[in-house]
């Protein structure tokens, strides 16, 4: 009977190895080592754009001169399609094709539905981008669009925010700056700023022309290249008009308001002290009232009703 079992158990011991070894082999076929090459691609591509990829972007950014924001937003945007991107070579390295499938089909109704249901702010967002791309204006510019004007105090990526002149800040959705004409005074290094001075008819033209051009040498704001120009734009009711063109240096430091409101206020003080006269409209009326004075006959008496 020993015998028996002793001639039996490793013939046993080698039938359940002979039945174990493909399940093993199975296992490790279906399982472990479509994971270990998952991990392993997915860390090698997760550090190739962290390591190459996300450096390249803030180099090319650098030597391009963009906005801090901009190259911050490239850096995540780029770690983030670096992430993806392992994802994917990943699931595709280790034979996950269906997995792949049915994410991207997920991925897309989901993306479907955010949009649909936040297009607008989708829109400012990318808005934004454009802007601090293409750089219309900066923060401490002065700009118009529609009805607002004042100093840009922030720029975000889904708003940007303008504080008036009067101290009130007002937030601005990026689509709206994007799909609307901004007007900025102080993009560039000089700013042209034009008024009307209205003379009388009877007044020396070329003794007013030499007022306005005195008074603007004068100024210390406005400029001598390019020189102050005046031409005659009017011959309104009650005055002729010399639109004088005049330019200021370095707008975006410069009160230019202020230097416009100067050279007004010295240019009149001017032709009043030269009586240049300067007119403003007013009505005449010519003409007379007629009144007739009518009496009642002598001895008449109103009638009864």
């Given at each position: 009977?020993?015998?028996n079992?002793?001639?039996?158990?490793?013939?046993l011991?080698?039938?359940?190895?002979?039945?174990?070894?493909?399940?093993?082999?199975?296992?490790?076929?279906?399982?472990?080592?479509?994971?270990?090459?998952?991990?392993?691609?997915?860390?090698?591509?997760?550090?190739l754009?962290?390591?190459?990829?996300?450096?390249?972007?803030?180099r090319?950014?650098?030597?391009?001169?963009?906005?801090?924001?901009?190259?911050?937003?490239?850096?995540?945007?780029?770690?983030?399609?670096?992430?993806?991107?392992?994802?994917?070579?990943?699931?595709?390295?280790?034979?996950?094709?269906?997995v792949?499938?049915?994410?991207?089909?997920?991925?897309?109704?989901?993306?479907?539905?955010?949009?649909?249901?936040?297009?607008?702010?989708?829109?400012?967002?990318?808005?934004?981008?454009?802007?601090?791309?293409?750089?219309?204006?900066?923060?401490?510019?002065?700009?118009?669009?529609?009805?607002?004007?004042?100093?840009?105090?922030?720029?975000?990526?889904?708003?940007?925010?303008?504080?008036?002149?009067?101290?009130?800040?007002?937030?601005?959705?990026?689509?709206?700056?994007?799909?609307?004409?901004?007007?900025?005074p102080?993009?560039?290094?000089?700013?042209?700023?034009?008024?009307?001075?209205?003379?009388?008819?009877?007044?020396?033209?070329?003794?007013?022309?030499?007022?306005?051009?005195?008074?603007?040498?004068?100024?210390?704001?406005?400029?001598?290249?390019?020189g102050?120009?005046i031409?005659?734009?009017?011959?309104?009711?009650?005055?002729?008009?010399?639109q004088?063109?005049?330019?200021?240096?370095?707008?975006?430091?410069?009160?230019?308001?202020?230097?416009?409101?100067?050279?007004?206020?010295?240019?009149?003080?001017?032709?009043?002290?030269?009586?240049?006269?300067?007119?403003?409209?007013?009505?005449?009326?010519?003409?007379?009232?007629?009144?007739?004075?009518?009496?009642?006959?002598?001895?008449?008496?109103?009638?009864d009703?």
């Amino acid at each position: 009977m020993s015998l028996n079992l002793a001639v039996l158990a490793p013939a046993l011991l080698q039938l359940q190895l002979d039945q174990l070894l493909p399940e093993t082999q199975q296992l490790v076929t279906e399982y472990v080592v479509p994971t270990v090459l998952f991990v392993v691609a997915f860390v090698a591509v997760w550090i190739l754009g962290k390591v190459v990829l996300v450096p390249l972007i803030r180099r090319v950014l650098d030597e391009q001169g963009h906005d801090p924001s901009v190259k911050s937003l490239a850096e995540s945007m780029t770690g983030v399609v670096s992430v993806v991107l392992a994802f994917a070579v990943a699931f595709t390295v280790a034979g996950f094709g269906s997995v792949i499938a049915a994410f991207g089909i997920f991925a897309g109704a989901i993306a479907l539905a955010v949009g649909f249901a936040a297009q607008d702010i989708l829109g400012n967002f990318v808005a934004g981008i454009f802007i601090l791309k293409d750089k219309p204006f900066e923060v401490g510019d002065w700009i118009e669009v529609n009805d607002v004007t004042g100093r840009v105090e922030d720029i975000d990526l889904r708003v940007s925010r303008i504080r008036t002149f009067d101290n009130e800040r007002i937030t601005l959705p990026n689509g709206e700056l994007a799909d609307n004409a901004v007007k900025n005074p102080v993009a560039y290094d000089k700013l042209r700023q034009k008024f009307v001075f209205g003379i009388g008819y009877d007044d020396d033209i070329e003794h007013a022309k030499e007022v306005i051009l005195d008074e603007a040498d004068r100024n210390p704001g406005i400029l001598d290249d390019p020189g102050t120009s005046i031409r005659v734009t009017e011959l309104a009711d009650s005055y002729v008009g010399l639109q004088t063109r005049f330019w200021i240096d370095d707008p975006k430091r410069s009160d230019f308001v202020k230097t416009r409101s100067d050279f007004v206020q010295s240019v009149k003080e001017r032709c009043d002290a030269e009586g240049i006269d300067m007119p403003y409209p007013h009505t005449q009326l010519l003409g007379g009232i007629e009144v007739e004075e009518t009496h009642a006959e002598d001895g008449a008496a109103p009638a009864d009703d």
